[in-house]
């Protein structure tokens, strides 16, 4: 979802920097977030985040600007009756904006529990940094849904679709910096247009 639906590379930075916690935040990304996702979890959201005011969060949320091509890729989609789903490490909230607006059939992301507009300190995960949840959660989907893995097309822009990448038949790095996502992508599209996806999964 960040850096592939919306114009921005992660979510949970951009709140750091909202509610005034992006230097510390930084540094907590960068020693836990593909080591120990628990533990980042819990030193931000229980520690730095725990009894914020809301606001800044649901003004995020508004504000996400869609990359580039977002709504002429999802009206191609539509148009086949392709069904599509979300699986990201992002914010649910995010997510259900997208699903509204665009169509979504299946959003998986992470939940940020705020009462009465205030961050509680809960963080329902089920989507950690890592290749493993993401994969796991579309082999069930593939499997509920009767859906051959050779026929689904995946795009993403982080490592943690590697698994993702090798379990489905084509895959599309976009606009990435990994060499190790492009090194497994069918293809490879550079740029912030989600409209150059268009003839690869015509194909």
Request: aromatic share 10%; net charge neutral.
């Amino acid at each position: 979802m960040d850096g592939v639906i919306f114009n921005t590379k992660n979510f949970w930075i951009d709140l750091h920097q909202a509610l005034g916690t992006l230097e510390e935040g930084k540094k907590l990304t960068t020693q836990y977030l593909h080591a120990d996702y628990q533990k980042l979890v819990e030193e931000v959201v229980q520690h730095l985040w725990k009894g914020k005011d809301a606001t800044p969060y649901y003004h995020l949320i508004t504000s996400l600007k869609y990359i580039s091509g977002v709504k002429a890729v999802f009206k191609e989609i539509k148009k086949n009756d392709w069904l599509t789903a979300v699986i990201s490490s992002g914010s649910i909230d995010a997510a259900r904006r997208a699903q509204h607006e665009l169509g979504i059939d299946y959003i998986y992301a992470n939940e940020l529990v705020i009462k009465d507009n205030i961050i509680t300190g809960e963080f329902i995960w089920p989507i950690a940094a890592g290749n493993e949840k993401k994969v796991q959660i579309l082999q069930h989907l593939c499997q509920d849904l009767g859906i051959k893995p050779r026929d689904v097309i995946y795009v993403g822009d982080s490592d943690t679709d590697l698994h993702a990448f090798q379990f489905v038949g084509t895959s599309i790095a976009f606009n990435t910096s990994s060499e190790k996502l492009k090194n497994a992508a069918t293809h490879i599209v550079e740029g912030k247009d989600l409209k150059k996806i268009l003839p690869l999964i015509r194909e």
